[in-house]
């Protein structure tokens, strides 16, 4: 119950009191003060109410009967920042619609290339965005505005939001772009300014805390189950064959563990939460290998990006610019190390090596991730034109939920080992 302790402050900043009647019609309105509870079942509410006697809630997402922002005389920014992900360009055209459709916000710029194009040194026009403009867009991966990495100066961010008298800004991303985002709500609270800044959690790696899930996550499972099958014909396809896969997942192993979980066909999942060693010790990949080839004749092995990476000599100096650490190829090393200890070994193996990392990551997104990607802008727009700020929309006990910036940043989502998701995986990748 330690977790339950640590619970931090969930409330969300506003910029000052709703006083404008909602244009929106036929709609639900949610009570100003409706929030979704943050523990998961009866035991944590009981336990923090004795603990801290409070029950500790998210603000709950959805829209208001009066709202803070004009709608005539707001203008509205859109960008997109660090890795693409399956989603985005479904993102933007929920919230253009809702913004111009609903909401009857006049002009809704689309910013290029995601923090450069708010900076007037890199020469970057923005778009402008209609519900005409942005019609078929949710059939394309990528991003029709562009995106980049690389940290640009708030101050001068913020001269162009005023200068361009943007009102709503709208950060998809993820824990980079939010921590940027942060900074240009601390900017504009400097200078008095009446900009609501939200986020929209974007990551197929899913490493966002205080977030169920975040958009694009489920179809990169989703496309990793034709090539664990691919992998797996290949493997069986060969005496001792080895289809190994390298997904991506920085720090988090989510993809690998979900992916494991959808199709089964993988004997091994290696993710950076869960150290392994290669010849010795009771996480010795080679060994149990070796023990699986004798009596299956192959195997399929699915590895994160981040995972492994105590196995290389030296740690990674390099970084990208955003600040990211860039890992050490795990999967390519798996794929020459396994190769050489079966020459070693003389056990007369195979790997067929697959990386479908931008295949995957620049797909459309699919079923459920596209519902979700819709919700999250319509409720993103009613976020903003209630006039909170600092905030990202978040996902929780199944209910949409507005999440303090700061709180969504402060640590990273990872898979938890003692949990009953990483407890499913092992139980699909039992070894005989
Ligand atoms: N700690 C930070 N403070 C301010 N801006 C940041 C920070 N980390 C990243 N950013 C900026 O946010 C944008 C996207 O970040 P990045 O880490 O590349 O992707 P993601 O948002 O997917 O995590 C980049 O422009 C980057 O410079
Ligand atoms: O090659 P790139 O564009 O730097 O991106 C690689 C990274 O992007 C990701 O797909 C997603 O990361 P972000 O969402 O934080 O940008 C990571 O899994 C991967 O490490
Ligand atoms: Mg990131």
Redesign the pocket.
């Known amino acids: 119950m330690e977790i339950m302790m640590q619970i931090p402050d969930l409330t969300v900043k506003h910029l000052g009191a709703p006083t404008i009647p909602s244009p929106l019609t036929g709609v639900k309105f949610i009570p100003e003060n409706a929030t979704v509870i943050y523990a998961k079942d009866v035991n944590e509410v009981e336990e923090e109410l004795k603990n801290t006697g409070k029950i500790s809630a998210f603000e709950a997402a959805g829209p208001r009967e009066k709202i803070y922002h004009d709608p005539s005389w707001t203008h509205a920014a859109i960008l997109t920042a660090?890795?693409l992900?399956p989603g985005l360009n479904d993102v933007i055209k929920g919230l253009t619609r809702t913004l111009m459709l609903r909401y009857n916000v006049p002009i809704v710029f689309g910013i290029r290339y995601g923090y450069q194009g708010l900076n007037p040194a890199f020469g970057y026009e923005p778009m402008l965005l209609t519900p005409d403009s942005v019609d078929s867009i949710h059939e394309d991966g990528g991003t029709v505005l562009g995106s980049s990495r690389g940290r640009q100066d708030e101050t001068i961010m913020v001269e162009t939001l005023k200068r361009m008298n943007i009102k709503l800004l709208f950060c998809i991303g993820?824990?980079?772009t939010l921590r940027c985002a942060h900074d240009i709500a601390l900017e504009v609270e400097r200078r008095g300014l009446n900009i609501s800044v939200i986020g929209i959690p974007?990551?197929?790696?899913n490493d966002i805390n205080y977030i169920d899930k975040t958009f694009g996550f489920e179809t990169a499972v989703y496309a990793t189950g034709p090539v664990i099958s691919a992998a797996h014909n290949e493997a069986k396809g060969a005496p001792n064959g080895i289809g190994l896969i390298h997904v991506?997942?920085?720090d988090s192993g989510f993809i690998a563990a979900y992916a494991t979980l959808a199709n089964t066909h993988v004997n091994y999942c290696l993710i950076p939460e869960d150290p392994f060693s290669l010849y010795d010790g009771e996480h010795a990949l080679l060994p149990s290998l070796e023990r699986r080839l004798k009596l299956r004749k192959h195997a399929v092995i699915i590895v994160s990006?981040g995972a492994g990476q105590h196995l290389f000599k030296e740690d990674s100096e390099k970084r990208?610019k955003s600040g990211?650490k860039l890992h050490h190829n795990i999967g390519e090393f798996l794929r020459d190390t396994i190769t050489s200890w079966g020459k070693e070994s003389n056990i007369d193996l195979t790997v067929k090596y697959f990386d479908p990392s931008y295949l995957i990551?620049s797909l459309p997104s699919n079923g459920t991730d596209s519902v979700f990607c819709e919700m999250l802008a319509q409720h993103a727009v009613h976020c903003a034109m209630a006039g909170c700020t600092d905030v990202v929309i978040g996902h929780w006990n199944d209910r949409f939920t507005y999440v303090p910036i700061p709180v969504a940043t402060s640590s990273r989502k990872k898979v938890d080992i003692e949990s009953g998701l990483w407890d499913s995986v092992k139980s699909a990748t039992w070894k005989y």
């Open positions: 660090g890795g992900c993820g824990d980079g974007k990551t197929i790696d991506m997942g920085r990006e990208d990211n990551r």
